[in-house]
């Protein structure tokens, strides 16, 4: 079956340090690759997403490369700021005629702390 | 501010009785998905609908009843609530399509709890 998994949180940086969050998946096709963030108290929203092998996507700042070879989609961002505080879900869908599109397979999520 | 509506907010209610979270789209999304968010598991998908009149079941739809009467709404019906229920409900919207990746959007999510 399909499956997400995401390092173990939670995760706690200071202001300005290095992030990672790892993510590895198992799918049968060719899956899309989302990251998902919810902040405190909210639903979840869109980070960002790539489609097709070798596709980066990007947005505020954060980073993930869809690696086919390594069947990986790490988080990255060079400077976390207190604000990114939340909760990091990695998730893939599948392309199946359409109908498999938005039923995502999630990650458990990756809890990260940024103090000042 | 175009978007989804969850209600209620919050709940609290006693096994066995019937409890109805309605959830509401006015993005004119064709598909509807719940999904319920429990500590170190993530989402699962509980059930979908990919346009009115459809449904479907997703990784963990026993306990659980959807109905798609239009576009707009998603109702999720616990006909007999047990502990095990108690979650954060969350409900989702996408533009179904064949061109790739399709990006889900979240209501605030509903917690529920099963005493």
């Known amino acids: 079956g399909n499956s997400v998994t995401q390092m173990e949180g939670p995760v706690t940086l200071s202001e300005e340090a290095f992030l990672t969050i790892n993510c590895t998946y198992t799918?049968?096709?060719?899956?899309?690759l989302f990251w998902y963030v919810q902040y405190p108290g909210e639903g979840l929203q869109l980070l960002l997403k790539a489609t097709k092998a070798d596709d980066k996507g990007s947005n505020k700042g954060f980073e993930a490369t869809y690696r086919k070879e390594t069947t990986s989609f790490h988080l990255e961002k060079g400077s976390v700021q207190v604000s990114d505080s939340a909760v990091y879900f990695c998730a893939l869908s599948l392309r199946a005629g359409g109908t498999s599109y938005g039923k995502l397979t999630f990650g458990q999520g990756t809890i990260l702390t940024v103090h000042p | 501010i175009a978007g989804i509506t969850q209600a209620p907010t919050s709940q609290i209610l006693a096994a066995g009785r019937r409890m109805t979270l309605r959830c509401t789209q006015d993005?004119?999304?064709?598909?509807m998905y719940w999904y319920r968010q429990d500590l170190g598991l993530g989402l699962r998908l509980i059930h979908y609908s990919n346009t009115a009149g459809t449904t479907g079941k997703g990784e963990v739809p026993d306990g659980y009843s959807v109905s798609r009467a239009n576009t707009d709404d998603f109702p999720l019906t616990l006909a007999s609530a047990v502990p095990s229920q108690t979650s954060v409900y969350f409900c989702a919207s996408s533009r179904e399509g064949h061109s790739g990746a399709n990006v889900l959007t979240f209501g605030a999510g509903s917690r529920l709890t099963v005493l």
């Open positions: 799918a049968t096709g060719y899956p899309s």
């Open positions: 993005m004119r999304h064709n598909a």
